[in-house]
C-alpha cells in the first residue's frame, strides 16, 4: 500500500515497503503477499481453527462503515491488523468505529484508516486511536505528515488521552 503513515513510537513516518494489500471485492485478481479483507471475505477466507481463535490470521480485517465493530471481538486475539474504510471524507463512522475498537474491546493492533484519507483528517484520526494511515493516492504522503501536527492542546477526553484537560491540569483522575 502506497502513501501510508504509521506512527512508531508515537512518531509519523512513512513506511516505505508495507506488505499488506487491500483487497475490496472477490472481482480483483489477488495480489501476492498479506491481504487486508472486507469483513465478510474475511470470514469466508478463515479455516475453523482461526474462526474459533485457535490459530493466527495471515489476513487483516477491513470494516466498512456500517459493519458492527462488535462483530469482530471474537477475532481480535487472532487477527493482525484492522482497516477501517473512509468512502468519503463527509463519512465519520469510522472514527466511532476506531474509538470503539480502542476503547471498548480494547484493541491495541494496527489501526488503519484507509480509502478517502486526506491531511485535515489526520489528527483526529489519530486521537480516535488509529496509528496507520493511507493517504489517498493523489495526495503528497510528505504534507500529509503535516497533518498529524494538529492541535496542540486536546480539551476533550479521546483514545490516546482518556483524562479531558482539566483533569489533567490539576493532576485529578479522568
Not at 68 to 90: G, M, N, Q, T, W
Not at 101 to 111: D, K, N, P, S, Y
Request: net charge negative; aromatic share 8%.
Amino acid at each position: 500500500m502506497n502513501n501510508l503513515i504509521k506512527l512508531v513510537n508515537g512518531a509519523p513516518s512513512i513506511v516505505d515497503n508495507d506488505p499488506w494489500n487491500l483487497l475490496v471485492d472477490n472481482t480483483e485478481p489477488r495480489p501476492a503477499g498479506p491481504l487486508i479483507l472486507p469483513l465478510r471475505m474475511w470470514l469466508e477466507r478463515q479455516d475453523d481453527a482461526t474462526q474459533r481463535g485457535e490459530r493466527f490470521s495471515l489476513d487483516g480485517i477491513c470494516l466498512a462503515p456500517d459493519d458492527e465493530v462488535a462483530s469482530v471481538e471474537p477475532y481480535l486475539a487472532v487477527v493482525p491488523l484492522i482497516a477501517i474504510d473512509f468512502p468519503s471524507f463527509r463519512d465519520g463512522r469510522g472514527y466511532s468505529q476506531a474509538y470503539l475498537l480502542r476503547t471498548r474491546l480494547g484493541w491495541r493492533g494496527e489501526l488503519r484508516a484507509v480509502g478517502d484519507v486526506l491531511r485535515d483528517q489526520l489528527s483526529h484520526m489519530r486521537q480516535c486511536g488509529f496509528d496507520a494511515f493511507a493517504v489517498r493516492e493523489d495526495k503528497s504522503v510528505e504534507d500529509a505528515l503535516k497533518g498529524l501536527a494538529g492541535m496542540s492542546v486536546l480539551y476533550g477526553r479521546s483514545a490516546i488521552e482518556p483524562r479531558p484537560l482539566f483533569r489533567r491540569r490539576s493532576g485529578g483522575p479522568g
